[in-house]
């Protein structure tokens, strides 16, 4: 794996724990400095983690979790911009950070997704650009949340109460 190459890391403050992640500018320097213009933003804030899959991953990022009437739209929001693929040589194991996207591998957008184990299907076909470096505690809490046909979580929510950039220590 990449050794994260940077001074910051993301802090995700959820109700479910405090997730901390490192960043790869070497191996997706866009998707990287796209988060973390996201995260700076307060574009974060509020939203949930939205898909949660045992034995795979989470997925937040999508504004549009920010409103509980909007939850038929779930999963498609974005930041009102796609980023080109950076497809790279880390693999998706337990802990990595990656793009969400649609089909189309030049999709990605603001959605992201931490993964709770390895998915070798993944690689080299998703740009993963980080990892937790503390807090997969909180993420399984996640990913261990009662679903629905979905994969939303149903009566417990997993909300982002705040999302900074911080110094890494």
């Not at 040589?89 to 990595?96: F, L, N, Y």
């Not at 591998?105 to 993964?115: D, E």
Request: charged share 30%; with cysteine.
């Amino acid at each position: 794996m990449s050794e994260a190459q940077t001074e910051e890391v993301a802090v995700f403050t959820t109700n479910h724990g405090e997730i901390v992640v490192e960043f790869f500018p070497d191996k997706a320097p866009k998707h990287v400095e796209a988060f973390k213009k996201l995260v700076s933003s307060g574009f974060y804030d509020g939203t949930r983690f939205h898909r949660v899959i045992p034995g795979f991953m989470i997925q937040g990022g999508d504004p549009n979790t920010k409103d509980v009437s909007k939850k038929h739209l779930w999963g498609t929001g974005d930041p009102g911009y796609k980023l080109p693929a950076e497809f790279n040589d880390v693999k998706h194991e337990r802990g990595v950070l990656s793009a969400a996207r649609s089909q189309d591998p030049n999709s990605a957008g603001s959605q992201f997704f931490l993964m709770v184990a390895y998915a070798p299907h993944l690689d080299r076909n998703y740009s993963a650009f980080g990892r937790v470096v503390s807090g997969m505690e909180a993420v399984d809490k996640i990913v261990a949340l009662e679903r629905d046909s979905r994969d939303c979580p149903t009566k417990v929510e997993a909300i982002v109460e705040k999302a900074e950039l911080r110094a890494k220590e």
